[in-house]
T-cell receptor, first 121, second 110 residues
Framework: GAVVSQHPSRVICKSGTSVKIECRSL??????MFWYRQFPKQSLMLMAT?????????EQGVEKDKFLINHASLTLSTLTVTSAHPEDSSFYIC?????????????????FGPGTRLTVL | GQQLNQSPQSMFIQEGEDVSMNCTSS?????WLWYKQDPGEGPVLLIA?????ELTSNGRLTAQFGITRKDSFLNISASIPSDVGIYFC??????????FGTGTRLKVLA
């Protein structure tokens, strides 16, 4: 159980185009999903928290107009990188929290997707 | 953004050896987690710890939640080649945010 998928796994695009990445919880409902960015040989950095039915919460320094997040259902969150530039090239990883665990100590556990490698030419 | 200090940064070990790594924080956490990440993949949860002093095992892996709530340790016994990868600690203080460690790159020599 607790499987999270991401699509696409890899995308290459031209500078100035927009790219949408999907994150799905396959066997559970997630009221909260998270988007991380990971540069080569570095750790994961939280970009934003995506709450179903409400606006995302962005971390300091993350441009909300550039990284658009939509969490329209309990199993799907999308991250759109608008007008992508080479410096946006990175590994984007989502995670989700299982609502069934709410109220228990393990509600803090996040289950991660396999990541999306974005390369902007 | 904030990161936890994880050590060692990398290590080469012989197959069959035991491995220890740790993670320290300047602030208190109420949950510590350990993840393993293979190249090009997302992190996979190894062990989650919820109480100060807690010692939890998962096969050859054992992790401890430090008594001060500011550190955690992960031990891998009798390492095998498939243990290679990057190990990350993560802490959370009851909010939704995970703070990740800087990672420990483990390479096992057969």
């Amino acid at each position: 159980g607790a499987v999270v998928s991401q699509h696409p796994s890899r995308v290459i695009c031209k500078s100035g185009t927009s790219v949408k990445i999907e994150c799905r919880s396959l066997d559970f409902q997630a009221t909260t999903m998270f988007w991380y960015r990971q540069f080569p040989k570095q750790s994961l950095m939280l970009m934003a928290t995506s709450n179903e039915g409400s606006k995302a919460t962005y971390e300091q320094g993350v441009e909300k107009d550039k990284f658009l997040i939509n969490h329209a259902s309990l199993t799907l969150s999308t991250l759109t990188v608008t007008s992508a530039h080479p410096e946006d090239s990175s590994f984007y990883i989502c995670s989700a929290r299982d609502r069934r665990l709410a109220g228990g100590s393990s509600y803090n556990e996040q289950f991660f997707g396999p990541g999306t490698r974005l390369t902007v030419l | 953004g904030q990161q936890l200090n994880q050590s060692p940064q990398s290590m080469f070990i012989q197959e069959g050896e035991d491995v220890s790594m740790n993670c320290t924080s300047s602030s208190i956490f109420n949950t510590w987690l350990w993840y393993k990440q293979d190249p090009g993949e997302g992190p996979v949860l190894l062990i989650a710890l919820y109480k100060a002093g807690e010692l939890t095992s998962n096969g050859r892996l054992t992790a401890q939640f430090g008594i001060t709530r500011k550190d955690s340790f992960l031990n891998i016994s009798a390492s095998i080649p498939s243990d290679v990868g990057i190990y990350f600690c993560a802490g959370t203080s009851g909010t939704y945010k995970y703070i990740f460690g800087t990672g420990t790159r483990l390479k096992v020599l057969a």
